[in-house]
């Protein structure tokens, strides 16, 4: 991640989760999504804003809270990481498995993401 686009991991994370929407997420509800705790997607927020990645805006809908968008910057960075991030799970995840093998793998993924969803409190 750091080669492409000088982004960490947790960067790459919030900047996903920011640009799978049209514009933006409550600060709740982007934690949420992230299954972060709110003091540490505030700390790393506030390190992403520095950088000019993410801006804090007045919530749309008029309430409480902030709404957090994605910059320029942060589409930059996220456009440039994403295809060789996409590349590398490629090479050394996807590449590496037969057919077979990959059937297998989602069959094995849904199973535990459903026990995972099954389990939420």
């Given at each position: 991640m750091q080669d492409c686009g000088n982004l960490s991991i947790t960067d790459?994370?919030?900047?996903v989760a920011l640009t799978d929407g049209p514009?933006?997420?409550?600060?709740?509800d982007l934690a949420s999504t992230v299954?972060?705790?709110?003091?540490r997607m505030s700390h790393h927020?506030?390190?992403?804003?520095k950088r000019g990645?993410?801006?804090?805006e007045e919530c749309p809908k008029g309430g409480r809270g902030a709404h957090?968008?994605?910059t320029p910057g942060g589409c930059a960075a996220i456009e440039?990481?994403?295809?060789?991030?996409?590349?590398t799970v490629r090479r050394l995840v996807i590449d590496p498995l037969s057919p077979e093998e990959l059937d297998m793998l989602?069959?094995?993924c849904e199973r535990i993401l459903g026990r995972l969803e099954a389990d939420r409190p």
């Open positions: 790459y994370v919030v900047l514009d933006g997420l409550h600060f709740q299954q972060w705790e709110w003091s927020l506030r390190r992403m804003a990645l993410v801006t804090r957090v968008v994605v440039t990481a994403a295809p060789r991030h996409v590349a989602t069959v094995l």
